[in-house]
């Protein structure tokens, strides 16, 4: 059965309807595209037959369970796996959506292209039209479902947390449900609780202050390197490159734990080195207070990350015209100057948004600040926050996740990074090529 | 300037860079020396490198008497396979990215970029339920989905910078000859993306090495641990301090590495450049 269309404009409206109705319906009734009609219908029906499976985990997305005291605990609503499903069945309903917006807008290409030519594109066009977004819909099936179920579905479930007493030791399922419970805990984190408040605002600033000094730290001392290998014109320079870039070269987590025992406080052998040579008379602690951990994991950080910040400083070195170099020399300028005025610039201005990325890895670099330092030192609000005086949030996050089981205050903390470094990404995105020349 | 000056100048450099290379490699040099000296503790060990003695014990230990060879196993299937599909999954999706339009392109475009800035660690809670229903909990299978969900965003976005430097004309030509969107994919996109392929092999491969969080999460039968698992445990915990142990097993995954890094470092630099200012 064909209904039949106008050419000029007029049955506009009537696809619209029969498209909003039942999906794909457009398409098998006006257009006998019978193919893309059928794999539309299909989705809607699916969903359909899944609605008794829908309804309740949406339902208990809002409820997160009833206490049931008397049940026996295996028997207990369990609210975590009710916020993950309905998590999970939330993005499922939205994937649904999306293809119900695309089966709508389809048939009203289709029937703008009927308007222009007259008729309807023959069935082998069309089928040969299906088979050529087919290719589009298969080839980004698996990246789109990879990445909702393993990383939007849990970065949501994440910040979802952020506003349930998810906790130790009251609030932990089975045995207990789990409520929402609004802004409470991002009340008690910035200001409502002493101590939690103290905490936060410790290590927010240290890891803004983690973040520069790692990277400003880093980002000089592999120029300085590249400068000087290249200035001084030095003998053996390949050698000395070979070795610099070693750090680079080995699994951070290996150094980062190598360095963990060479400064151990008390067999260390950069301690006990230092003493036998007379250097110093009792120990460092160069993990053991808050002040030299602070101080150790930047310096421990830059041996292993000037490397790359020297590789790319050469790189973009060879970039910059000589004939710059020979005018001002020519004019008598220092070694000083040259480096100050010409090749500092220069290089700052073409690796920025690698020194930009750079900082924002570093915000969530836990490798550099967990694997280093361990579990070392308390401070003043460690018996309550769990955090070492280390610690940045990302680490902070993983203690409290794991050790204290204060999922709630870890969420907060994780839509904190979130807010952070949201822009950085959104900046990064809008200086892409693509973006600005329109193509998407 | 004079000579003299100018002398002084460049053996003050040289001192300094002699000095940098010590620092370098001292750690380094510290844990090879350690894989190969007799005892197991580090305080024991003394603080010039290779003063005590020579031995292989560490090696015959984790290579006949601990579970070296199955962490090894293990280690290496998880490798290949994210691998092989990180680069399956991200250059098809990339292509499909480069060149079709469709609804929601920009949406997802970034929010991968928005992802890819993000530690997928901070919903382990989450993928820790998500595999417990599937079945995949204590699964290399299980570990395997979640380091391929953590590597598309980035990686498609990497790729996509690439096929977009490709002229489309290449693939247009391919296409009225009548050839399809896959076969264009296979014979024309793939062979000139053929450099950040290998780029995304590699990097692929190399990471799940030595990650240690999500396997710690994930697996927990003897049977399924990782290297990374398997050698932090000889220095993780402060009360087993088998600091020799560990750096026997570290220099078996650490020189492979190095290797290959030095023989791809050009590559490396060159895409990560080219990757930021597409």
Redesign the interface.
């Known amino acids: 059965m064909t209904l039949t269309l106008n050419n000029n404009g007029q049955s506009k409206k009537a696809i619209l309807i029969t498209s909003l109705i039942f999906m794909g319906a457009a398409h098998i009734l006006f257009f006998k595209q019978y193919i893309k009609g059928a794999f539309f219908a299909l989705v809607q029906i699916a969903m359909l037959a899944c609605l008794p499976i829908i309804i309740p985990a949406i339902r208990g997305l809002i409820t997160l369970g009833e206490h049931q005291p008397d049940l026996p605990v295996r028997f207990r609503d369990h609210s975590?796996?009710m916020l993950?499903d309905g998590?999970?069945i939330l993005a499922v309903v939205g994937i649904f959506f999306?293809v119900y917006?695309?089966s709508v807008?389809s048939a009203q290409k289709t029937y703008r292209d009927f308007c222009e030519n007259g008729r309807l594109s023959s069935n082998k066009a069309s089928i040969k039209e299906v088979?050529?977004q087919s290719?589009?819909i298969f080839?980004?099936a698996?990246?789109?479902l990879?990445?909702i179920?393993?990383?939007?579905?849990?970065?949501v479930?994440?910040a979802l947390?952020a506003f349930t007493n998810y906790s130790s030791p009251h609030h932990i399922p089975p045995g207990n449900t789990v409520d929402w419970v609004g802004m409470d805990n991002f009340v008690s984190l910035f200001g409502g609780h002493a101590v939690w408040t103290t905490a936060l605002a410790s290590i927010a600033v240290w890891t803004l202050g983690w973040a520069a000094a790692a990277t400003i730290t880093c980002y000089f001392g592999g120029m300085i390197?590249a400068v000087?290998?290249k200035d001084?014109k030095?003998k053996f320079a390949p050698i000395?490159r070979?070795?610099?870039?070693?750090?680079?070269?080995?699994?951070?987590?290996?150094?980062m734990?190598?360095?963990?025992?060479?400064l151990?406080g008390?067999?260390?052998?950069v301690n006990?080195?230092l003493q036998?040579f007379g250097i110093v008379d009792g120990m460092i602690p160069w993990l053991g207070t808050e002040a030299m951990v602070r101080f150790t994991v930047v310096m421990v950080n830059l041996?292993a990350g000037f490397p790359y910040f020297m590789?790319?400083t050469m790189?973009t070195m060879t970039a910059i015209n000589q004939d710059l170099f020979e005018a001002a020399r020519i004019d008598g300028a220092s070694r000083w100057r040259l480096f100050r005025h010409i090749t500092f610039p220069l290089v700052t201005y073409q690796t920025m948004?690698?020194i930009i990325?750079s900082f924002?890895h570093n915000i969530?670099n836990?490798g550099a600040i967990f694997?280093l330092t361990?579990g070392q030192p308390a401070v003043a609000h460690s018996p309550i926050s769990g955090a070492t005086g280390a610690d940045i949030l990302?680490t902070w996050?993983?203690r409290l996740?794991m050790e204290l089981l204060q999922?709630h205050y870890a969420s907060v903390l994780?839509v904190m990074?979130?807010m952070i470094?949201?822009p950085?990404?959104?900046a990064?995105?809008i200086r892409?090529?693509?973006f600005r020349e329109g193509?998407? | 300037m004079t000579n003299f000056t100018r002398k002084l100048?460049?053996v003050i450099?040289?001192i300094?860079?002699v000095i940098?290379?010590l620092?370098?490699?001292y750690?380094?040099v510290?844990?090879l020396s350690a894989a190969f000296s007799p005892g197991t503790?580090?305080?024991t060990?003394s603080?010039a490198p290779f003063a005590d003695g020579f031995t292989l014990d560490h090696f015959r230990f984790l290579f006949f008497e601990s579970n070296y060879p199955i962490w090894f196993r293990n280690t290496l299937f998880v490798a290949v396979t994210t691998s092989l599909g990180t680069v399956a999954?991200?250059s098809?999706?990339a292509?499909?990215?480069s060149r079709?339009r469709?609804?929601?392109?920009?949406g997802?475009?970034?929010?991968?970029?928005?992802?890819?800035?993000?530690?997928?660690?901070?919903?382990?809670?989450?993928?820790y339920?998500?595999l417990l229903?599937l079945g995949l909990f204590d699964s290399l299978w299980g570990l395997i989905?979640?380091y391929?969900?953590?590597n598309?965003?980035f990686n498609?976005w990497l790729v996509k910078?690439y096929i977009?430097t490709i002229p489309r004309s290449m693939d247009e030509a391919a296409r009225i000859d009548g050839a399809?969107?896959?076969r264009t994919y296979l014979t024309i996109i793939l062979p000139i993306a053929k450099p950040i392929i290998v780029f995304l092999a590699i990097t692929s491969f190399?990471a799940p090495?030595?990650d240690?969080?999500f396997p710690n999460l994930l697996l927990r039968s003897p049977s399924n641990q990782t290297l990374?698992l398997g050698l932090?445990t000889f220095?993780?915990d402060?009360t087993r301090?088998e600091?020799t142990r560990?750096?026997a097993g570290?220099v078996t995954?650490?020189i492979p590495?190095?290797i290959a890094?030095?023989m791809t470092?050009k590559m490396l630099?060159?895409t990560?450049?080219g990757a930021?200012?597409?």
């Open positions: 975590m796996f993950i998590v999970a999306c917006f695309i807008k088979f050529n290719f589009a080839g980004l698996p990246s789109v990879l990445v179920f393993f990383v939007v579905v849990p970065l479930f994440a947390v390197m000087i290998m001084f030095i000395f070979s070795i610099f870039i070693l750090p680079y070269a080995v699994p951070a987590v290996i150094s734990l190598v360095w963990r025992n060479l151990n008390h067999f260390g052998a006990r080195t036998h041996w590789l790319l790189g948004p690698l990325m924002t969530n836990f694997f361990g990302i996050i993983f996740t999922y994780a990074i979130f470094l949201a950085f990404a959104i990064i995105f892409t090529k693509s193509e998407l | 100048n460049l450099v040289m300094f860079l940098i290379s620092v370098v490699l750690p380094l510290y844990v503790s580090i305080a060990l603080i999954i991200a098809v999706g292509y499909v990215f079709f469709f609804a929601f392109k920009k997802m475009l970034l929010s991968m970029l928005i992802l890819q800035i993000f530690p997928s660690f901070v919903g382990m809670i989450a993928i339920v998500i229903r989905l979640v391929l969900a953590m598309i965003p498609t910078s977009d399809s969107h896959f190399v090495w030595m240690f969080i990374a932090f220095v993780l402060d301090n600091f560990f750096a570290a995954v650490a590495f190095i890094f030095v470092q630099l060159a990560l450049g930021v200012k597409e």
